[in-house]
């Protein structure tokens, strides 16, 4: 029989990981537990293999198959992808065995032309929420599949901003937004040569092809070399049914995890940002509002989702790290996986779990990673010398640890200064995953905009490395290296330390000592010895 290279959500399920990456056999997962999620299908890794053992192409009996489950998909949605009346639009994702955040692409918004946005526009009533799903689509598309540089996108919206005296992209009216759209097609046009591609079809084999090909991309194959992750794996592509959390005041996205990630607590941890899509929140474009905010405005959509919450522990039985969208005050489930955590909090929710009657012994043991453990000795300032030391700021105790560490400004500074034995804290407006490297050779990160769940916080928590973000008081000078903070201004070398644990940020060097092991750590190494 032909190999299958080709599920949709609701044939598929989590143990197929291997087959459907995390995050298909999730979202197939979601679905058949009766979850809200849109509906789409999922690309195998096999099918990635396989583009590269035809010398990077896309065979025709893959792609034949791909067709097939458009028209399933257009059945199940009642969409059609073109259609003027009732148009599909799509999100094309990413998804490898093993979860890599950020480190591949994805697009959203894929199936918009000149004719179905203006369609889209008038009959929505919404044409500020058309045309934002368009020039969305143009810069993604272009930025992933053409490798036309982000930064041109990102130049033209500051542009349009300054020209109308606004700040934030949600004030850009639907004009500005539909003006933005003609630029960044003759962006496209004067970079490519060519102009930006109408048939939906092709947008979406350009876009497969783009994911297969990102699995290969320098930050993925860095990120892969830290965490073992085999290079033959491949990843799977999902192609997905939009939610849209860009439509208007009662609609927005957030990313959430079932308990907290850094100290382990049982509560809710999250945020949300109102009118937006997906890539706003981990971008750091705006700073989201906490998720215990959500509960008081969008009170409905809150309790849909705290359902979801308990559904999904009670099923994986282990802390979640999900993804959702609202839209006009309906819940969508976009993601869920077995969250990262700090070490400490892995302690936590292991005893936690047990206690609640949700695993056994055994079962908390096997989910702690051993190699996590000697983290768990996490530097703490010396408690006399920080006494002395002024404070000079406060964020968000984005990753626990204390950093103390010359300033360096670029992440290919850090890693020069520490490769000569210097210890470096990485001051950056917000990182990206081009950063990793210089992440990974400092001693702490500070950022200035971007939350708990901005790209800094999610890859210094994996990393164990101490994080302060969002500390939007900084006014930086990235050209001089140097920046203000407290009215001072501080300059490339200079001494910077840095709590991760509560988020102060102080001026000067303070030494620095060993932790001490709190008693989740004493019962868990009980267990051990017991099994
Ligand atoms: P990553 O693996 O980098 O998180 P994702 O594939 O999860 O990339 O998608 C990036 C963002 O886009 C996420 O915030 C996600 O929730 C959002 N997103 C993806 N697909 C859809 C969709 N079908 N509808 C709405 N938002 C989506
Ligand atoms: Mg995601």
């Not at 526009?121 to 930025?143: G, H, T, V």
């Not at 941890?269 to 705006?286: K, M, P």
């Not at 077995?338 to 892995?346: L, M, V």
């Not at 703490?380 to 204390?402: C, H, N, R, W």
């Amino acid at each position: 029989m032909a190999t299958k290279y080709v599920y949709l959500f609701s044939e598929g399920n989590a143990n197929m990981r291997e087959l459907l990456g995390g995050k298909g056999a999730n979202l197939a997962e979601m679905t058949n537990i009766g979850l809200p999620v849109p509906q789409g299908f999922t690309i195998t890794t096999e099918a990635c293999t396989q583009y590269y053992e035809d010398g990077q192409k896309i065979n025709d009996e893959i792609q034949a198959q791909i067709m097939e489950y458009i028209v399933k998909m257009e059945e199940i949605t009642g969409k059609k992808f073109g259609d003027l009346d009732n148009p599909l639009l799509v999100s094309v994702r990413s998804g490898a065995r093993a979860s890599m955040p950020g480190m591949m692409d994805t697009i959203l918004n894929l199936g918009l032309n000149e004719q179905v946005v203006e369609v889209m526009a008038q009959k929505s009533n919404n044409p500020r929420w058309a045309w934002d799903c368009y020039r969305r689509f143009i810069q993604m598309y272009s930025d992933v599949v053409m490798e036309v540089g982000k930064k041109y996108f990102e130049q033209l919206i500051d542009q349009m901003k300054e020209a109308r005296g606004v700040t934030q992209d949600v004030e850009l009216t639907a004009d500005d937004l539909k003006e933005l759209a003609g630029q960044f097609k003759a962006e496209y046009k004067s970079k490519i040569g060519a102009d930006f591609p109408t048939d939906p079809k092709e947008q979406l084999m350009g876009a497969i092809k783009a994911v297969f090909r990102s699995w290969d991309n320098p930050r993925a194959n860095v990120y892969r070399r830290d965490n073992d992750i085999p290079y033959s794996w491949g990843t799977a592509v999902n192609v997905q049914s939009m939610a849209f959390g860009n439509m208007g005041d009662d609609c927005g996205t957030g990313v959430a995890f079932t308990r907290n990630p850094a100290t382990g607590e049982k509560k809710l941890f999250g945020e949300f940002l109102t009118n937006a899509q997906g890539e706003d929140v981990v971008a750091g474009v705006r700073t989201p509002m906490p998720i215990a905010e959500m509960a008081e405005k969008f009170p409905e959509a809150f309790a849909q989702f705290e359902g979801v919450c308990k559904t999904l522990e009670d099923h994986y039985r282990d802390m979640q790290d999900m993804e959702f969208t609202v839209e006009h005050g309906k819940l969508f489930m976009l993601q869920t996986r077995n969250g990262k955590r700090t070490p400490a909090a892995a302690l936590k929710i292991a005893c936690d779990l047990v206690d609640e009657g949700m695993i056994d012994e055994k079962k908390a043991v096997a989910m702690i990673e051993p190699r996590s453990l000697d983290t768990l000795l996490h530097p703490q300032f010396d408690a006399e010398v920080l006494k002395k030391t002024p404070v000079i700021g406060s964020a968000l105790a984005a990753s626990p640890g204390a950093a103390s560490g010359k300033i360096v400004f670029t992440a290919e500074d850090a890693k020069e200064w520490a490769a000569r034995g210097e210890k470096v804290v990485l001051v950056r407006l917000e990182t990206s995953p081009e950063d990793i490297e210089g992440m990974k050779a400092a001693q702490g990160i500070l950022t200035v905009r971007g939350g708990m769940t901005s790209h800094a916080a999610v890859v210094a928590r994996g990393m164990g490395t101490c994080c302060v973000s969002g500390c939007s008081a900084i006014v930086m000078d990235e050209e001089n290296k140097q920046f203000e903070l407290a009215g001072k201004t501080f300059h490339e070398g200079d001494w910077l330390s840095l709590d991760g644990s509560t988020g102060k940020i102080y001026d000067g060097a303070i030494p620095t000592m060993d932790a001490s092991i709190g008693g989740e750590f004493g019962r868990v190494m009980a267990w051990c010895d017991k099994y």
